[in-house]
């Protein structure tokens, strides 16, 4: 018996591996399956004075150790990981933090733009 594989119908002119396979993301708990990064925690909040976002990188002892600043979150988030990289910190060590870190930039984001308060979840 042949082993069809599925190509997703988006899949244009590429090629998709041996072992391809499309993965359901199960829904998740977010207290439940919450982790809390080693690293570090961040404070995002709007400056609406400078239509900045401002992100607060904080350790356990509630420190703030940096706050970095920019228009838009891709911006922020290069420094960060630039810094963090550059300067061996080790903030980020989970991917979903980093995730949320992106998340929560775009949804202050979209706040700012829209004159809405924003809530850091």
């Known amino acids: 018996m042949e082993n ?4 997703p119908s988006w899949v244009k002119d590429k090629n998709v591996a041996e072992d391809f396979e499309v993965i359901k993301s199960p829904e998740i708990d977010l207290y439940k399956d919450f982790k809390t990064d080693k690293g570090c925690y961040v404070l995002i909040r709007i400056y609406r004075d400078t239509m900045e976002i401002g992100v607060a990188i904080c350790d356990y002892n509630n420190l703030i150790l940096k ?3 920019g228009k838009r979150p891709q911006d922020i988030c ?3 990981f630039r810094y963090d990289e550059k300067n061996k910190k080790s ?3 989970i991917m979903d933090h980093a995730a949320y ?3 929560e930039l775009k949804k202050a984001e979209m706040c ?3 004159g809405c308060d924003y ?3």
């Open 4 to 7: 069809k594989q599925y190509r």
């Open 67 to 69: 706050e970095f600043r």
């Open 78 to 80: 290069y420094a960060i």
């Open 91 to 93: 903030w980020f060590n």
């Open 101 to 103: 870190l992106g998340k």
């Open 112 to 114: 700012m733009v829209l």
């Open 119 to 121: 809530y850091q979840e």
